[in-house]
């Protein structure tokens, strides 16, 4: 029984050495890893202060270097009389609503035409480009109400001023056949009146010749 007691304490024994070696062992491994973890982090992060700096001295990061960019109040002349123009613009906001004229607007530049006030590819722009026209002037037809309405009245006022040329080239045509027409007869009453004035006057011309035929014929019958 002794012998047994002095076995199982000897592989007790040994059992706890193994555990104890063991628990060791996992402890020794984590603190190896940490050990490596925080070691490869420095690497790290020495590394990419080695790649800063040569991108730095390389090529300068973005925005270190400031181009010069065109300030909105470089568009008026830098002449005396315009510094408050200048002033008004230098601290005018670029971004975000605004109320200048008690009404909001939004400020935005287009860059087809470089106003503001609206942006690229809007009906206000002067440069703006229409797509298909047919296809539009179909949307409108079919969408507008007062399409309909509008192309109605443009057709009346049309055919209203035809109306009113074409009277107006009846007046005219009746105002020079009339003025013809008295022209021709007042030409005919002229031609009438100097007709009736030569028979006179040849009528006149034969009274005195033979009243001179007759006051002859009397002295020479005297005589």
């Not at 601290?91 to 106003?115: D, N, S, Y």
């Not at 296809?135 to 309909?148: G, I, K, N």
């Amino acid at each position: 029984a002794s012998v047994k007691f002095i076995i199982m304490s000897k592989r007790k024994r040994s059992r706890d050495e193994d555990s104890e070696v063991h628990q060791r062992l996992k402890e020794e491994t984590k603190h190896l890893e940490k050990y490596t973890k925080k070691k490869t982090k420095e690497h790290n992060q020495e590394v990419k202060k080695l790649k800063h700096v040569e991108t730095f001295y390389e090529k300068p990061p973005p925005g270190l270097i400031k181009e010069e960019e065109d300030k909105p109040e470089d568009c008026i002349p830098d002449a005396p009389g315009n510094e408050d123009a200048r002033d008004f613009l230098a601290h005018a906001p670029t971004r975000g609503l605004w109320m200048p004229l008690g009404r909001e607007v939004k400020v935005m530049q287009c860059w087809r035409c470089k106003r503001y006030g609206h942006r690229t590819g809007d009906k206000e722009c002067p440069f703006f480009i229409k797509g298909n026209q047919k296809l539009e002037q179909f949307r409108v037809a079919h969408e507008d109400p007062m399409y309909d309405l509008i192309r109605e009245n443009k057709r009346q006022q049309k055919q209203l001023w035809i109306q009113q040329l074409q009277q107006l080239l009846e007046d005219t045509t009746s105002d020079s056949e009339s003025s013809s027409s008295t022209s021709s007869h007042s030409d005919g009453g002229k031609k009438k009146k100097r007709k009736g004035d030569k028979k006179r006057k040849k009528e006149k011309k034969k009274k005195k010749r033979k009243r001179k035929h007759k006051s002859a014929r009397l002295s020479n019958g005297s005589g």
